[in-house]
């Protein structure tokens, strides 16, 4: 069976060994997310592996700190070859224009083609009475993410990382090139873990994203593969 190109399937496990023995378990599954836990344990070695198998790679590090630091990552991230890679939009303005040029540089430096840069807007494990009372923000939750992703494309970022809530209403602002990515999708039959803003896959391609990041429905089933093609055969 042909993987489906708008999953993205989250290595989300500590070491070395366990992604290799997701990705052989995961044959079909062509688009992988590395995020933070993963590369600090293992560096560059797991996006070689990947790249060494023709696979996709979202490498989701969500860089925040001053622009000089956040160029200087992105350059050096770019140079790897991956296709997605995030930077959250409260770094601010001049931080995600230096990601853009440092990313460009980078790959240029490489022989390779740029990353998509995606925005952070808002993590999906963030509820609105959080946004309120924690992080002291007075806008309305769908508000805040929609100008933080607004800000982004502003700034020459491709795309956004929202919750499947938030899709609808970006897809219809920032037009039809902007790329929203969606993680915190959960197949009905499958446990809401700790995302608060949730819909189904198909729910949110219908709603606008172009890539859903799924990770424990099927990588903590008790058969990854029979739920990896049970959800490619709900989007197809």
């Known amino acids: 069976m042909m993987g489906n190109d708008k999953i993205i399937v989250?290595?989300?496990?500590?070491?070395?060994?366990?992604?290799?023995?997701?990705?052989?378990?995961?044959?079909?599954?062509?688009?992988?997310?590395?995020?933070l836990e993963l590369f600090t344990s293992t560096g560059p070695q797991i996006l070689e592996i990947l790249k060494s198998r023709q696979k996709r790679i979202f490498l989701d590090l969500k860089f925040h700190d001053?622009?000089?630091?956040?160029?200087?990552?992105?350059?050096?991230?770019?140079?790897?070859?991956?296709?997605?890679?995030t930077i959250h939009a409260t770094a601010g303005k001049d931080a995600l224009k230096a990601a853009t040029e440092a990313a460009q540089t980078g790959a240029a430096q490489a022989g390779v083609q740029p990353p998509k840069l995606i925005a952070i807007t808002l993590l999906t494990s963030i509820s609105a009475r959080q946004l309120a009372f924690?992080?002291?923000?007075?806008?309305?939750?769908?508000?805040?993410?929609?100008?933080?992703?607004?800000?982004?494309?502003?700034?020459?970022?491709d795309g956004a990382v929202c919750s499947p809530q938030e899709v609808a209403q970006l897809r219809q602002t920032?037009?039809?090139?902007?790329?929203?990515?969606?993680?915190?999708?959960?197949?009905?039959?499958?446990?809401?873990?700790?995302?608060?803003?949730s819909l189904t896959p198909s729910q949110a391609l219908q709603a606008g994203a172009n890539y859903l990041v799924i990770g424990r429905p099927i990588t903590a089933a008790p058969d990854p593969e029979l739920a990896w093609k049970r959800i490619s055969e709900e989007l197809n």
């Open 10 to 35: 989250a290595l989300d496990v500590p070491d070395l060994e366990g992604a290799i023995a997701l990705i052989d378990k995961l044959e079909s599954v062509s688009f992988w997310k590395v995020g």
């Open 66 to 85: 001053i622009p000089n630091t956040v160029a200087g990552a992105c350059r050096s991230s770019a140079r790897y070859g991956v296709d997605l890679l």
């Open 134 to 157: 924690d992080l002291k923000i007075p806008l309305e939750l769908p508000e805040f993410a929609l100008e933080m992703a607004l800000m982004a494309k502003e700034s020459g970022l």
């Open 174 to 197: 920032s037009g039809d090139e902007f790329l929203l990515v969606c993680p915190g999708v959960r197949p009905t039959w499958a446990d809401k873990g700790d995302q608060k803003r």
